[in-house]
């Protein structure tokens, strides 16, 4: 007979899951696997809430399986290491991201992609080589190897560092991988979002031009005033969209809705690059012949492998960058649910795990 996930393996845990499509979140009391000699424990302080969690507790992507304890922006201190833990020790600062195991034999895990790896291991909703299933950081604790833990810059505030671990290597890996770092390059950001505001930040830390496009008149102030951007574009401004026709380089898609690909691109110098990083539940259009007449390069990207991250995480370090969040207790995380599907954030909410279960 199956054993319940409140027992299955060694370490009791707590945190909110969802049971059904309806992603309504509670209470739920779990189990941990034991700290391996190559593991390390985790008391986790703040949990990120990322668009994936969402669309995962409602099963939008078909493939939930409940109960299902979502995070995977995880920041927290080590509580206990294996013996072959070398780099972390109780005490630590540290991050877990989207990722907690790959086959470590693949081309991609070889060259520190593991991202990529045919054989991932997520941090939540993920069947774990043992058989069960991965739960995330809607949690008070989690256990991962020592591999797939990184190293939180002191500098940096937990909480609103803690969405980095997603939003912050989904821009940054692109930017990096694409060539979208040379200082006084114009760069696009579409969409203004928890993705879209942190990528304006790393775009100004590496000297870019940045303009943000979206279809939020009422974005203007924040992007230019509060986030630094250079400029703003309104997309149902047409006159303007017009003007701003090939005045671009790159352009980094964040938005998750379906949208034109055929504006973005216009906006493109010759040789631009547009790399998606949202992901709309609807295939897009990709208008050839404007690829074709200007040399253009439509690209996609994944988060970052591990090494990439902890030096995502080192540059955010050096020039003090963070996440505009607002910080919430864990049971209000169906309201924040609520406000999420409605774009209705600034620009992440983060949980605080710590003071949510300190009664427990």
């Known amino acids: 007979m199956a054993k319940s ?33 190559d593991d390390v424990t985790v008391q986790i302080l703040f949990c990120g809430v990322c668009h994936s969690d969402l669309h995962t507790v409602k099963n939008d992507w078909g493939f939930t399986t409940y109960p299902v304890v979502p995070g995977h922006e995880i920041v927290g201190v080590v509580t206990t290491v294996g013996n072959n833990v070398k780099h972390f020790k109780a005490g630590d600062k540290v991050g877990v991201g989207v990722i907690v195991e790959s086959c470590k034999e693949c081309e991609c895990c070889q060259q520190d992609l593991e991202s990529y790896c045919p054989r991932p ?9 043992d058989g069960t299933r991965t739960q995330g950081g809607y949690s008070n604790t989690v256990v991962v190897n020592q591999r ?10 937990l909480d609103a560092g803690a969405p980095l671990l997603c939003a912050g290597i989904t821009v940054y890996s692109p930017m990096k991988y ?3 770092t040379e200082p006084g390059k114009h760069l696009g950001v579409a969409g ?6 942190v990528a304006i930040k790393i775009g100004k830390a590496f000297g870019l031009k940045v303009t943000v496009i979206s279809g939020s008149p009422h974005k203007e102030t924040e992007a230019v005033d509060t986030l630094g951007a250079d400029s703003f574009l309104l997309s149902s401004d047409l006159e303007k969209m017009k003007a701003a026709v090939g005045t671009m380089d790159y352009i980094i898609d964040t938005i998750s809705a379906v949208h034109s690909l055929s504006q973005l691109l216009g906006l493109l110098k010759l040789n631009g690059k547009l790399v998606t ?8 259009e990709v208008p050839i012949f404007q690829l074709v007449a200007g040399r253009k390069l439509v690209g996609g990207s994944n988060f970052g492998g591990i090494k990439e991250t902890q030096e995502m995480l080192d540059f955010c370090g050096k020039h003090n960058i963070t996440a505009d969040i607002e910080l919430i207790k864990m049971n209000q995380i169906n309201t924040a649910m609520e406000r999420l599907g409605k774009n209705d954030v600034k620009y992440r909410f983060v949980i605080d795990v710590a003071n949510s279960f300190s009664s427990l």
């Open 5 to 37: 996930p409140q027992t299955e393996l060694p370490h009791t845990a707590f945190g909110w899951a969802a049971r059904d499509t309806s992603g309504t979140l509670s209470p739920f009391h779990f189990s941990r696997r034991e700290n391996g000699v």
């Open 121 to 129: 291991v997520f941090t939540y909703n993920s069947p774990y080589y």
């Open 148 to 157: 797939y833990v990184l190293r939180f810059p002191d500098n940096l505030p």
């Open 178 to 180: 694409y060539g979208m």
């Open 192 to 197: 203004l979002g928890g993705l879209g505001h």
């Open 277 to 284: 990083v949202g992901l709309p539940n609807k295939p897009l």
